[in-house]
């Protein structure tokens, strides 16, 4: 697969000033040649979150102390600074060589020039959720240590009163099971909203967690087959009828068209029957209702879907010491750090072995149903360059549908805008 290199977009921050914002971790001993060592520079997003911060500095300390050929060194940025520090150093030509990218930017980074397969043994990824792996052409471009999954919250009383069966990862509600559902609850007359989908969030939470529910339609962001153009995916039939329901909770009173700014204190304080978010909602959920019960999405159709693909660790195409950044890749692809990434952060672990290690996780676990719903029904997104582009026009589209508008002529436009894109990059081939 040939590679095209230069097509590096402007910077929105000049690289001295990005490189400001960041703090630095030091990269801990390496042993009696430590001074000799050649320096490998690690660039991460975690900067302000001690928790993923922690486990990254015990990998690097654990790698630099095992050998003395080299010496990791991490900085580390405040999330919001992170890709900003990226593209600024892309365009320099200044790029570290190991660097975390969100999930849906890996396509995007490695067309852009930024990172190149990874290069590690097939086997490196055996028991690895798929939903961690950026793949691209059957290549491994990066891979991660956790995950997190889109799921339904409500309580045993609510559903048992509104006299609805409790669905299971192996029995999810139908389609209309879930509309029945709805009603149902909304009849007990307890709350505001029957659901609350989280409406009043944007950005990437819009495609992440709304085109898993028009995938479960039978519709998507784009012809998987080709990934040339979204005609046919993203405006037939499916994907008309997922936009004409999604629109109809808000006509039927059952959803709000923006929810509160808090969708799982809403939920807590009693604003709504079912909450649909992540499972990074579950403590705060089952600390305030001792009859939690987690559900799996409906099946509209298509089978139940959710979202994948969280932060993901890659190596740049500017490392000019690619035999140490790929050691230090494999030295880390350890099950003990994905269990320690799992204990420290409660997400999912990207390992079935790491998973049955965490007592949350394992067989039996209170955590079990997440690695379940992230092993069965997740779906990352596109895995193609256009992703970006493709993300900030569906998220214009939904809010448009939300909004009342034409849901024909608003994935019509939406599709015509993403195939123009895709035109005036060429496809966006490699």
Same mark, same amino acid.
């Given at each position: ?28 001993? +390496?042993?009696?040649?430590?001074? +000799? ?27 630099? =102390? ?71 052409? @059957?290549?491994?471009? =990066? ?37 029945? =559902? ?11 909203? !029957? ?27 784009? @012809?998987? +087959? ?6 046919? !995916?993203?405006?037939?039939?499916? =994907?008309?009828?997922? !936009? ?80 140490? !950044? ?39 676990? @209170? ?35 939300? +909004? ?27």
């Amino acid at each position: 697969m040939s590679r095209k290199i230069g097509r590096i977009v402007a910077a929105s921050l000049a690289t001295l000033a990005v490189a400001a914002t960041a703090g630095c971790v030091a990269g801990g001993g +390496s042993g009696d040649g430590a001074g +000799s060592s050649s320096t490998i520079e690690l660039w991460t997003h975690a900067g302000g979150n001690e928790a993923e911060l922690g486990v990254i500095t015990t990998i690097v300390e654990d790698f630099n =102390a095992s050998q003395d050929e080299y010496t990791v060194e991490v900085t580390d940025f405040p999330q919001d600074a992170y890709n900003d520090a990226v593209v600024a150093a892309a365009t320099a030509g200044d790029l570290p060589c190991i660097v975390d990218i969100d999930g849906p930017n890996v396509a995007n980074w490695a067309w852009a020039g930024y990172i190149q397969p990874l290069g590690l043994p097939e086997e490196t990824y055996d028991g690895q959720l798929p939903g961690t792996l950026g793949v691209i052409d @059957d290549e491994v471009y =990066a891979y991660g240590f956790f995950d997190v999954a889109l799921a339904m919250f409500s309580r045993e009383s609510t559903l048992n009163d509104a006299g609805v069966r409790i669905p299971t990862v192996d029995d999810p509600w139908t389609g209309d099971e879930f509309d029945e =559902a709805l009603a149902k609850i909304d009849g007990l007359g307890r709350y505001d909203q !029957a659901v609350d989908f989280g409406t009043g969030g944007g950005g990437e939470w819009i495609p992440y967690a709304y085109s898993p529910l028009l995938q479960s339609f039978g519709g998507d962001l784009i @012809d998987r +087959s080709t990934f040339e153009t979204a005609d046919g !995916a993203l405006n037939g039939p499916e =994907a008309l009828e997922w !936009a004409q329901w999604f629109r109809g909770l808000v006509d039927s009173g059952y959803m709000a068209q923006t929810s509160g700014e808090d969708a799982t204190a809403d939920f807590v304080n009693g604003t709504s029957g079912i909450l649909y978010t992540g499972n990074w909602a579950d403590a705060t959920v089952r600390d305030a209702f001792d009859d939690a019960v987690v559900l799996p999405p409906p099946n509209f159709g298509d089978g139940p879907k959710i979202g994948a693909g969280s932060w993901q660790w890659g190596l740049t195409t500017g490392c000019d010491e690619v035999d140490g !950044a790929r050691a230090y890749l494999e030295f880390a692809h350890d099950t003990k750090y994905f269990v320690e990434y799992g204990e420290a952060t409660g997400l999912i672990p990207a390992t079935l072995d790491a998973a049955e290690e965490i007592p949350a996780f394992a067989e039996g676990g @209170d955590s079990r149903i997440y690695l379940e719903l992230a092993n069965q029904f997740a779906v990352v997104r596109p895995e193609t360059a256009a992703y970006p582009f493709i993300s900030s026009v569906f998220q214009k589209a939904t809010q448009d549908i939300l +909004s009342g508008g034409d849901p024909q002529a608003i994935l019509d436009k939406a599709v015509s805008d993403i195939d123009r894109d895709i035109e005036q990059n060429g496809g966006y081939t490699f």
